[in-house]
Structures are given as C-alpha cells and as structure tokens.
C-alpha cells in the first residue's frame, strides 16, 4: 500500500482529524478501500460525538494513532453493495457502530460477541486487515463489511439512531445481560449525560422505576418531568443517599471521571449489580467487605455485539427510544468538543455530515 492516507486506496474521501495531543480537528483527505464482495460502502449523512472522541483526540489513553478520524456513530445511505451482501442494496439506510472487523471464528465472535474478540479492530484508530488505519465517520463515505453494519428502521429518524450505535449499545447490552429488565424493577443510573439519559429512556420503556444519581442538583427536574424519572439522588447529599440505602436491583454508571464507588454499592439490595460502563482515567477504590455482605457485583460491560446492536435499534425504533440531540454543522466541530468537555450539552451532539462537509474540501 502506498504510504499516503490519500494514495493508499482507490475511493477518495475527506473529513476532519486531530494531527496532535491538542485534539483541534481540521479538513483532512484520504482514501477507502474499494467496496469488496462483502463490503457497503455508504454515503455519512450524520454522526454522534461520543466522550470516547474527545479522549482519543487528545490521546487521554495513551495509544492514540494520528492523524485520528473520529466517529463510531454514523449513519447515512448505502450507495454500493458487493456482489455477495446479503442484507443490504443500495438506497438502503445503515448504521456503523464502535467496531468494523472481529476474527469471525473465536468463542466470542461464535457466541455474537465480537465485541469481546480479542482482534476486534476498532472504526478509527485501529489497523484493519490490509494494514491500513482505518478512519471514523466525521467523514463523507465508510466502507465496512456488512456484518458490522446496522439496519436502520424506517420509523426511526436517521440523525436520532447515530447515538444509539454506542450510547444506546452500550447500556441497553447490561440492560438485558444483568437481567435488569423486568418490570418493577428498581434501576439506578448514574450520571445523566449522552449515555445516562438513554438508560433512562431504555428502563423506562422494559417497565422498571428508574432513579437518576447525579451530583448536580439542577439536573432534577429535567430528569424527572423530562426524561421520565421516578425519583433522583443528588450523590454528594448524605442524607438523601442513606435513605435510599439498600432499595435498588441494579445500577448502571455511566460515568467516566473518579468517584467513590461505596456510596453506590450501598444503594443496592442483597444481589444487586453494579455495572460500570464509563471508563475512567484512573482506577476506583472496590470496597469489598461491602460486597461480601450482601452478595453484590460490580461488573462491566463494554457496548454489545452485532446480532443485539440491531436487536437494539429495533427496539428503540419500536418502543420510540430517541436521544436528545444538538444537531450541529461540521465547522462548529471544534466548538463542540470544547462544550463536551464541560459537560456542556444536551445530551449528545450530532453532526450533520451530509449537508455541511463542504464540497470544496472534497479531494
């Protein structure tokens, strides 16, 4: 393969990219491979911003590869498909989530969790097969094999469907595994941000009382007349916390910066499961005498497989599951990430590729 993003493969494309640790994104031309046998290829009409974007922007992890197109929450509308895709024609609308590739015959990937495949290669930032970087959705085309792409539902809007191929994965999956999901149960969830409120949304929706855990009092009201709400914690009011103790089936944290987890574990009944689906930078204390008495969990889980992402999203198509979303153009991107990083949106931002990644950038 030739060593230039823009001469390695035959179809040109363009998006946005961070060059550095500084995160700032800039137009940026490169290439995608041909649409093989197996392959969509699809025009990007929207794409969410994930959390996960700002991290691996400024290389908050340390194993960031630039130049970094971000994006694992795209959708748009295939415009080719190769002569062995089954599931797809063109005029079709599609989803792409966090993974583009997964070795197909593990006990993972046999069992539909190539999410947990150890060679599962990542939509940006990950090398594919070929040996290419393989670039996100803040882009106009994606080519992927079809088994990692999504149906989307005709009664669903496009721009309302990119946040839930990771925020709507990655909660409706513990969800379902932890057997969260019967109704009168009781679920917390903390953290109200892009994935928190979507769990909200989900709980809501099987049936169970959902209480928000939050340490900003102001976001109350919205979480109860809002977004549906039974109840809301604020974390750090010790009282209202203590009252609260030993009432909940399940918890699900969404959130990533550190945060004592005690508190939280004392929430839960006897075999109550706290499952953790943000990913902070650095580790949490585990109070374990507190989990021995009372045979509690505290687990993880990292958003879902192919055959329960699309189980997902016609769920959410079905039971009118929608995120709350900023709709914004491709130039206001920079800005954006500034906002996300306060905590300074409502609740996922969402890129409208397909009307403002302007033409003149186009290679």
Request: hydrophobic residues 40%.
């Amino acid at each position: 393969m030739a060593g230039s993003p823009e001469e390695e493969h035959p179809q040109k494309a363009v998006g946005w990219a961070a060059r550095d640790n500084s995160g700032v994104l800039s137009p940026f031309k490169f290439s995608r491979r041909a649409t093989g046998e197996q392959d969509v290829t699809f025009k990007v009409l929207y794409c969410g911003i994930c959390h996960t974007d700002l991290h691996l922007m400024k290389n908050a992890w340390g194993f960031s590869n630039y130049p970094v197109v971000p994006g694992h929450e795209i959708v748009g509308i295939v415009t080719e498909a190769g002569s062995k895709v089954k599931n797809f024609k063109v005029g079709d609308k599609v989803g792409l989530g966090c993974m583009v590739g997964s070795c197909r015959s593990c006990d993972n990937c046999s069992n539909n969790l190539e999410n947990y495949c150890p060679k599962m290669i990542l939509t940006y930032g990950s090398t594919y097969f070929d040996g290419t970087k393989t670039y996100g959705g803040y882009s106009n085309i994606m080519v992927v094999d079809e088994h990692f792409a999504v149906r989307i539902p005709d009664n669903i809007p496009l721009e309302a469907a990119a946040p839930l191929l990771c925020a709507g994965i990655t909660v409706y999956n513990p969800l379902r595994y932890f057997g969260l999901d019967k109704p009168g149960m009781h679920v917390g969830v903390v953290g109200l941000g892009g994935l928190g409120h979507v769990a909200v949304k989900f709980s809501k929706t099987i049936g169970t009382k959902v209480t928000v855990i939050s340490t900003s009092p102001n976001k109350k009201e919205e979480a109860i007349n809002h977004l549906g709400a039974d109840s809301f914690l604020v974390s750090r009011d010790s009282e209202q916390m203590q009252a609260a103790m030993g009432t909940m089936d399940g918890i699900i944290d969404t959130v990533s910066a550190f945060h004592p987890l005690l508190p939280l574990i004392e929430l839960l009944k006897s075999h109550g499961k706290l499952v953790m689906v943000g990913v902070p930078d650095s580790s949490l204390e585990l109070p374990v005498p507190q989990l021995i008495m009372g045979r509690k969990m505290v687990a993880g889980s990292c958003i879902g497989g192919m055959k329960e992402t699309q189980e997902m999203i016609d769920y959410a198509a079905k039971h009118g599951v929608k995120p709350e979303i900023e709709v914004i153009p491709m130039d206001y991107v920079n800005t954006a990430m500034e906002r996300l990083a306060k905590s300074d949106v409502r609740y996922r931002f969402v890129l409208d590729i397909g009307n403002t990644l302007k033409a003149e950038w186009h290679a």
